[in-house]
Nanobody, 126 residues
Framework: QVQLVESGGGLVQAGGSLRLSCAAS????????LGWFRQAPGKERDFVGA????????SVADSVKGRFTISTDNTKNTVYLQMNSLKPEDTAVYYC???????????????????WGQGTQVTVSS
């Protein structure tokens, strides 16, 4: 099993920045890719971005491209989501997820992620 714990959420004004962290524990050797998703009230959970744990390849959604960056520190089993130039429409609960499919490509699909964190709230005020 893999456990994921997000942190770093909070309230920020539009144009501001936040950095979310997701710490993985347990059978972390099973993790190939790590992803971030978000869910706004009354909406579906959407893909934000993902990173290959070993190769460092990243993929981000068009809606956050140029503003959000994903990185990982494998020595700490932690993945980060740096969010800059935040907008009110970025308000959501942000979830970290782990993909344990060996040699898989970065996936924007929820079903490809076997493990999920509890989420952290990000609120952007206008």
């Amino acid at each position: 099993q893999v456990q994921l714990v997000e942190s770093g959420g909070g309230l920020v004004q539009a144009g501001g920045s936040l950095r979310l962290s997701c710490a993985a524990s347990g059978r972390t050797f099973n993790i190939y890719n790590l992803g971030w998703f978000r869910q706004a009230p009354g909406k579906e959970r959407d893909f934000v971005g993902a990173i290959s744990r070993n190769l460092g390849r990243t993929s981000v959604a068009d809606s956050v491209k140029g503003r959000f960056t994903i990185s990982t520190d494998n020595t700490k089993n932690t993945v980060y989501l740096q969010m800059n130039s935040l907008k009110p429409e970025d308000t959501a609960v942000y979830y970290c997820a782990a993909d344990s499919r060996a040699y898989s490509s970065l996936s924007p699909t929820m079903k490809d992620y076997a493990y999920w964190g509890q989420g952290t709230q990000v609120t952007v005020s206008s």
